[in-house]
C-alpha cells in the first residue's frame, strides 16, 4: 500500500505560500463544491457520510508533512472529516468562501449552513488534492451515500483505493518528454517577440477596492429551454457549447472598449487532461488533474459572439492538436524569467468549463435547489465557471473585488444575459 508520496513540483503550486499555476495563483487555494435544497439536512448522516468519503479517497484523508524541506502527502486512516453547522444563508456562503481556511486539521471538511428550511452542504476540499471535475463527482457521491442511509437502501459501494493516486505533472511525464516541452516553450517564446505592443491583449479595467468581501460572484442560471436552445445554435453552426459560451464572455468584455478598433483578448482555459495519460484517470477519482490552454482572438467593432466563438474554437482546437494542456504543466517547470513573464501574464478572461453532470439522487423530502462550485485566489483574472446539471447551465462571473468593482461586474453579468438572450432568441 502506497500511503506516503511526495508532493509534486504542480502540487506544491497549490501547498507553497505566493505560488501560482500559470497567471492564477493557487498557493493555499479551496475549492468549495456545495448543494443548497429545501428541507431538513440530517446532520448525523451527513458526518457519517463525509468520513466513509475520505475512507475512499486517500488524498481526503492525508496531511502534508514537510521533511528536510521536502513535502509529503501521508495518509492518517484515523482521519473524520469536520462538519461544521452555521446557521446562516446566502450571507453566509460569501463570508465562508472568503473566510481563511486552516488546512492544519486535514484537506477536507463540511459545512451546513442553514436558513429554516433552506439549507446548504459545502464541501470544502483543498485545490491542491482535486479539480472541479472529481469534485463535482465527490458532491455526487456524497449524495448517493446520504440518500441511501436517509431511506434506509443499499448504500452504493464505491471504488475506494488504498494507493495514494499520482500527480498530473508525474503522470503527463510518461506521454510527453522535456523536449516536447521545452519546444513548446520555444514556440511560445518565438510568438510573443514576433508581437507587437498593440496585439496585446486588453483586460478589464480595475476599478476595486470597494468591497468589505474579497471575492465575489454574479450567476446566471438558464432554463431547461434556454440551455436546448444553446445548445441547437452551438451545433447548427458546428461549434462545441464550450467555444459558445466564450465567444459570448469575449463579445461581452469587448463592449466595454468602445472605438478601440480591433481589440485582442486572450481567453485561458481549465482544461482535464485525465484522458491524456493511459490508462486515463477515472473521473470519481480525487486529484487534480486540471491543466490549462489559451487561445488569442482579434474581436473587430463589428465581431459578434458567435464569430468570435468560431475564432476560440479555431483556436482552441490547435492548441490541443498541439497538446499544449500536456505540456503546459511540465513547461511551467522549466521556464525562464522571460518565458515565466509570458505564461504569467493574466488572460482577459479564463473559463472553467465542468460540462453536463448528472441530477443528484436526492431524498424524496428534499427538493433541488441548486449547486455552486468556487474557487478564487488573490488577484485572479475575472473567471467564468460553466457547468450544466439536470439540462440547466449555469454560469458564474467569479472576480477578485480588489481588481474589479461589483458595480462593473454586474454591468457585464447583465451584458451577458443581453447576449445569449440574443442567441437562444
Known sequence: MTSRRRISPFEFSFFGTGTSVGSVPTGGMPLFLGTTVHGTVDSVVLRRVLGELAAAHPLLRSRVVTEDGVGYFVCDDEFRPRLEIVEGGEAAYHALVNAPQDWSEGLFRGYLLRVGLRQQIVLVVHHGIADGRSGFALLGQMWQHYTAHAMGIAVPELDSVERLPEAMDVRLAEVVSSTDAEAWLAMVQAGAAAMSPSDAPRTLPRDGGDSVERYAMQRIELSAEETAELVAVARTRGLSVNSVISGTALAAIRTRFPDAGVVPMFCGFAVDVRGEVDPP???????????????????????????LARLVETGLRAGLDRREPALFPLAAQLVN??????LSAPPTVAISNVGKLPPHSIPDDLAFVRDDVYAMGPGMPPKLTAFTIGGRLTLQLEYDTAHHSRTQMEKLRLTLVELLQTISG
Open 337 to 342: 524569467e522571460e518565458t515565466a513573464a509570458l
Open 281 to 307: 484517470v477515472p473521473a470519481h477519482t480525487i486529484v487534480n488533474f486540471a491543466s490549462g490552454a489559451g487561445t488569442l482572438v482579434a474581436a473587430s467593432d463589428e465581431a459578434d459572439q458567435l464569430e
